[in-house]
């Protein structure tokens, strides 16, 4: 199964409406990746997982209040990538004996 690695950052208003959407988003997204930083989420997915996620991200928010970004990087990408203080992004690995 082939998978791209993706960087996900969402900005949304600070109000309870938004509030609410951001958790919600915060949610759904812990299901597809790892949350490493405030509002940002990295993800290694198949196209199927990626195209479920966008569906999901589009019903979520509000999009002329809230933005999300979702930049698609390769896995020479991933490799270059410089990371101070923290691991780096990598794939978790399902290991079944």
Known sequence: ??????LI?????DNKAANK?????????SGYGTWT??????CFLTTVKFTEMQIK???LIKPEEDSVRVYVLD???VKRTI???SQKP???QVIIL
């Open 83 to 85: 990371t101070y203080g």
């Open 37 to 42: 930083q405030y509002s940002v989420f990295e």
């Open 9 to 13: 950052i969402y900005d949304l208003p």
């Open 57 to 59: 991200i589009e019903n």
């Open 90 to 92: 990598r794939q978790e």
């Open 75 to 77: 896995a020479g990408s």
């Open 21 to 29: 959407r951001r958790t919600r988003l915060h949610k759904m997204l």
């Open 1 to 6: 199964m082939n998978k791209l690695f993706y």
